[in-house]
């Protein structure tokens, strides 16, 4: 078996408390203890690289990524990169991107904020955090025909590549709101140039997996100890186990008490109906 890749996934980089904030001390905590234990980042050309087939993952490697596009990870998140030298992608949803550098601070504004394009270009040029898509209206997949799927996805290929002059090749890494997509999307994305698309899974990618279903774990608000606890699982020595473990508890959580005890010849009642989330 090869080496697995963590791919780690946070939003916004700040103290407002929100379910996808991330304090910038806990984010910081978050990264210098991977600094610390020797773990380097790769960049999206460097993950593609590897996950071809044909090439062995590097061991102590991870993917770090931020979805949306929110403005704290130029103002808090860049400086802890930065110091500890690690390079990261951030999945832009591209309607989002303001045009005015300047913004108002209005508290519909402050729930928002998000990078302008000229943020943007100066982070792709920095080196410590490039972008790629997270589509371009941010929407449900299930409100969205096969036509509008497309046209959503090219509309982002559009604006990334007019706004930070490269070519629309370069952006090959998708990321889908959610992490839901099915195999219909993921065929259109496919012929839009998106070799490699990503979901949401508490598990690491294995050069041997999909490129289709790339699986991120979201860290959004981890504490410490919990970070360094889902991290290991999914790269120390229990990851073998986990990885086996984890597909079979996700499917035991997402199934209704009663389908269980039905499968078992157990009496129900409704009261002990319930189905966990993950």
Not at 18 to 40: D, K, Q, Y
Not at 68 to 90: H, Q, R, T
Not at 108 to 135: C, D, M, P, Y
Not at 258 to 278: V, Y
Request: hydrophobic share 35%.
């Amino acid at each position: 078996m090869g080496t697995r890749i963590p791919i780690l996934t946070y939003h916004r980089i700040d103290d407002d408390q929100l379910s996808t904030s991330t304090s910038p001390s806990i984010f910081a905590r978050h990264l210098h203890w991977l600094a610390e234990n020797g773990w380097r980042s790769l960049s999206s050309e460097e993950f593609a690289f590897y996950a071809n087939r044909k090439n062995s993952m590097p061991s102590k490697s991870f993917l770090l990524t931020f979805d949306d596009g929110y403005e704290s990870i130029a103002s808090a998140a860049l400086p802890v990169l930065k110091n500890l030298n690690f390079k990261s992608i951030c999945f832009a949803a591209t309607k989002q991107m303001r045009r005015s550098v300047n913004r108002t601070h209005s508290p519909k504004e402050a729930e928002t904020a998000f990078l302008s394009w000229q943020q943007v270009r100066e982070l792709q040029t920095g080196g410590f955090i490039e972008f790629q898509s997270h589509t371009h209206a941010h929407a449900q997949l299930s409100d969205q025909t096969s036509s509008q799927v497309a046209s959503d996805l090219s509309c982002s290929l559009e604006l990334l590549s007019g706004e930070l002059g490269l070519p629309r090749s370069y952006f090959r890494h998708l990321a889908w709101p959610w992490g839901y997509s099915d195999e219909e999307a993921r065929g259109i994305a496919r012929k839009c140039g998106f070799i490699y698309q990503y979901t949401v899974a508490r598990s690491a990618f294995l050069n041997t997996s999909s490129l289709q279903q790339i699986p991120r774990t979201c860290y959004d608000g981890a504490t410490p100890v919990n970070f360094r606890t889902q991290f290991q699982l999914q790269s120390g020595a229990l990851s073998r186990l986990w990885h086996v473990a984890y597909p079979v508890m996700r499917s035991i959580r997402h199934t209704p008490v009663r389908s269980l005890l039905r499968q078992t010849s157990m009496p129900t009642a409704a009261t002990h109906e319930s189905r966990a989330s993950d």
